[in-house]
């Protein structure tokens, strides 16, 4: 034994390799410092600090991944740091409420490290609770996934907490406050969720004139709702449900209604109806007051149960003498006495009849 201290990493003696016996069995906790991207390596490594004795020592680890196949991985970069691929002395970490994670020393080596597991950070209370039915809980930037124990699912876009200048200070020795998020913006908290049954939502969770997309699988319905307009399809009784303010259809070549029996109902009592040109086949049954300014045709019985005002031409049958007025023959006495016969035309009613 020469007593020369050597590079570790190159050279072994009796007393290297006893003193490396240790650090090969021990993990060690450890908080994520940095996160910084190698150039040479084209990847990721964390420095996660660690105590040893009594004294702080930085580990290079690899990223963070589970499972990692070439196509079926899962890694993520841990958030609130700065990365970059810049030199830093590795002794000017600040403190910064990190990520706490489990270490393994690979190698016997403390300089090289493996992180296997990550832990719950010990300001963050859990989620899950016996009573909230959860057995999933996780929230990456603002993105939060639960499932509960009967298998829903849901995804809720939380972003960027409204206190994050509190959370990422550095630790004072006082406990860190929850995240906080603005719920009430349209921008925040918009989930999509499957329950249970099978049902499907999709809402940005306003807590005023919200707008969601249901699919009700047991109830058989779709509801769309944006703000004060509501619309479903009810598969059950094949009903299509509108309520909303005003509807504009703009239909470019035509647009055609079939249906078994069309009824209009406004309020208040008007129906304005405007076109080129209506055609109207079968009865047509007017009670009230009918009002038409222009000519008017008709090929057919008219009955009107109330006024009938025309300010224009109102032709019902054609010639010198429409059939609504009548040829009367009246008879009455000359100036010598004899009788006299006159033909008078008279508008028909009920007590004129044509002859």
């Known amino acids: 034994m020469d007593l020369i201290v050597k590079d570790s990493s190159i050279w072994r003696d009796s007393i290297a390799e006893n003193l ?9 906790v450890g908080v994520v410092k940095e996160t910084r991207f190698i150039k040479e390596l084209d ?24 499972f990692g196949g070439i196509y079926n991985y899962e890694e993520f970069v841990a958030r ?3 990365t970059s691929n810049d030199a830093e002395n590795i002794n000017t970490h600040s403190a910064n409420p990190g990520d706490h994670v489990l270490v393994m020393y690979a190698y016997g080596d403390p300089r090289e490290g493996l992180i296997i597991s990550q832990l719950k950070h010990p300001a963050r209370l859990s989620k899950i609770k016996p009573d909230n039915n959860i057995d999933f809980e996780s929230e990456f930037n603002g993105w939060n996934t639960s499932i509960t124990s009967k298998g829903g699912y849901k995804v809720t876009q939380k972003l960027t907490p409204t206190n994050i200048s509190e959370l990422e200070k550095p630790p004072e020795g006082q406990k860190l406050p929850e995240p906080e998020y603005d719920n009430d913006n349209a921008k925040y908290a918009t989930f999509y969720e499957f329950t249970e049954d099978g049902s499907y939502t999709l809402s940005d969770n306003t807590q005023e004139d919200s707008q969601l997309f249901r699919i009700n699988k047991p109830d058989g319905t779709i509801d769309i709702i944006s703000g004060k307009i509501e619309m479903q399809f009810n598969k059950k009784q094949e009903l299509t449900f509108i309520r909303n303010k005003k509807t504009d259809v703009v239909s470019s070549d035509e647009f055609k209604v079939t249906t078994g029996g069309t009824s209009f109902k406004t309020t208040p009592d008007m129906f304005d109806l405007s076109a080129t040109d209506i055609k109207s086949k079968g009865k ?9 300014a222009g000519n008017q045709e008709v090929s057919g019985d008219v009955e009107v149960g109330g006024s009938f005002d025309s300010t224009g031409v109102t032709n019902l049958a054609g010639g010198a003498n429409p059939l609504i007025y009548d040829i009367v023959l009246t008879i009455g006495t000359g100036n010598l006495g004899a009788p006299v016969v006159s033909n008078n035309v008279v508008l028909k009613t009920v007590q004129t009849k044509a002859t």
């Open 20 to 28: 490396a016996e240790t650090p090969d069995s021990i993990i060690r």
């Open 43 to 66: 990847d990721y490594r964390y420095t996660v600090e660690v105590w040893d004795n009594n004294s702080k020592v930085p580990i290079n680890c690899i990223l963070n991944s589970r």
């Open 284 to 292: 047509w049954d007017q009670t009230g007051d009918t009002k038409i």
């Open 80 to 82: 609130g740091f700065n």
